[in-house]
């Protein structure tokens, strides 16, 4: 028998994961066994029978857990928070190795985010590197740079994250704005010589665009809209339960009263987005078992896109292809018109997700409806509007809230993500709309600060809304380190002029 990773065990896995031998559904997939899974296999079908046998004491017997990584990490409490994360930088690096486990090995160092997060994350990344490029680590830059073009040209795309169970999926596609970052820093030929993997990379997100048709509207991860645009969507190439989520997926699903399958692939598109999860993928806009994520057009995911066509061009030119420049070109521009046409919400007077399944605008309120600003879709006029809503309902005592929702998911009230503040803040600036940005980043960074100097933690997420209190929800406990946070904190407060 062979078997490539620990998820692959057909009887041992499932049962790992339903009886909750680890409290936390991640551990098991991440897990390093001590004997050959062939082995382990059988020896679980040939004694699990016996009266006197124990999952938990053979899972202990044949596995050694991963290690926790920052988690394990206790601050200098006397430090400024710059200082701290100029530490935590090497701390969350890691090193090139050769695991037996699901782990996909990098050529070069990477950060991780930390906790339970102990590999590399796509779109974690570009907001880790802006901390990154802010502490003068461009060699680690490059490296992270360097390993996303490894996973394109091994994988086909850049996975979830570098695990062998994240290769279904993808992530909100960064890679364009990661090259364009370190450029910056080492200049033009830095997007010459990513030409080849941006081409890949975009490729992957437009499989299956010669296929589209009327009577098959929707392949992979485009989609053909009614006036004969392509946009995208989320997807995944797997319809089973996602292992890190295993028992999760598995209920859910059964508790849906829908297509088992049909559920899987809603909640693994809804971890490519970035998002899992949200009321903003849920079809009556409250309860999970209404995901309906493959049915939707993202905003955000279709500004990055559009951004990856206009990097292209850009590319194409400076290595002298100008049929190909001006191809993709022709591509951001129709996708823009795109953009506005079916992401603009007039009623919501704010860019929202579009249902083409409903052929409907969604109505969800989100910080998604940011990214227009960012990427400079934005006509001056919906800009400002934008803003009134970001001020009006967003904007909260530390920061904005990504959703007006209350689900008790994660990416919901009352929480906020590093991510999201410092799209809408560079966004705002780049429609010259500067108090309302520097008063969400100065918010953000007081809650940043006031945590870590009652806690020693830099957090994956907050609560934006009652600043007292810690942020909660979704599949797993608020994990600390934290990449992105590290990354957007440093940023911002050098961007403000602000200590800690």
């Not at 049962?15 to 020896?43: A, S």
């Not at 692939?265 to 849920?282: I, K, Q």
């Amino acid at each position: 028998m062979q078997i490539e990773a620990i998820h692959q065990l057909k009887g041992l896995f499932p049962d790992v994961q339903m009886q909750q031998v680890f409290p936390d559904g991640k551990t098991f997939p991440d897990c390093l066994p001590k004997y050959p899974l062939d082995k382990i296999e059988k020896d679980y079908e040939a004694q699990k029978a016996s009266p006197s046998f124990s999952l938990k004491n053979f899972v202990h017997h044949n596995f050694v857990e991963p290690p926790k990584y920052a988690s394990d990490y206790t601050a200098d409490m006397t430090q400024p928070v710059q200082s701290h994360i100029e530490h935590l930088w090497d701390v969350l690096t890691r090193r090139p190795a050769d695991e037996k486990s699901t782990l996909i090995p990098l050529p070069y160092p990477y950060v991780v985010p930390g906790g339970r997060f102990r590999e590399i994350y796509y779109w974690d990344s570009y907001f880790t590197m802006l901390g990154l490029q802010v502490s003068g680590r461009v060699d680690m830059m490059e490296n992270m740079v360097k390993n996303f073009a490894f996973l394109i040209n091994k994988v086909g795309h850049v996975p979830n994250g570098n695990r062998l169970y994240y290769t279904g999926r993808s992530q909100p596609p960064f890679y364009a704005l990661m090259v364009q970052l370190l450029r910056e820093e080492k200049g033009d030929d830095v997007l010459v010589t990513a030409l080849p993997t941006l081409e890949k990379e975009y490729a992957f997100w437009m499989k299956g665009r010669e296929s589209l048709s009327e009577e098959s509207t929707a392949i992979n991860r485009v989609v053909l809209m009614p006036d004969g645009a392509v946009l995208n969507r989320y997807w995944d190439e797997y319809d089973t339960p996602r292992p890190e989520a295993y028992r999760e997926d598995t209920e859910l699903a059964h508790d849906s009263g829908k297509a088992s399958r049909k559920v899987y692939r809603n909640l693994r598109a809804g971890a490519e987005s970035g998002w899992d999860f949200s009321s903003r993928w849920f079809k009556d806009g409250s309860t999970f078992k209404t995901i309906h994520i493959t049915g939707i057009i993202p905003v955000d995911l279709n500004c990055l896109v559009l951004y990856l066509e206009q990097t292209l061009a850009e590319a194409n030119k400076f290595a002298g292809k100008k049929a190909e420049a001006s191809a993709y070109k022709s591509l951001a521009i129709k996708r823009k018109l795109a953009i506005e046409r079916y992401c603009w919400n007039a009623e919501q007077q704010f860019y929202t997700d579009y249902d083409f399944e409903e052929d409907t605008y969604k109505q969800d309120i989100t910080m998604a409806g940011a990214y227009p600003l960012f990427f400079g879709v934005a006509t001056a006029a919906n800009a400002e509007k934008v803003a009134a809503v970001l001020h009006a309902k967003l904007l909260k005592n530390g920061g904005c809230v990504t959703t007006l929702t209350a689900s008790g998911q994660q990416w919901d009230s009352p929480n906020g993500w590093a991510p999201l503040q410092y799209m809408a803040v560079k966004g705002l600036e780049k429609y010259n709309m500067f108090q309302l940005a520097a008063e969400i980043a100065k918010r953000w960074i007081h809650l940043n600060i006031k945590v870590f100097k009652a806690t020693g933690k830099l957090m994956e997420k907050y609560n934006v809304v009652d600043t007292n209190l810690l942020a909660g929800g979704g599949e797993y406990p608020s994990q600390d380190g934290f990449g992105w946070t590290n990354g957007v904190l440093l940023k911002l407060m050098q961007m403000f002029k602000i200590k800690g």
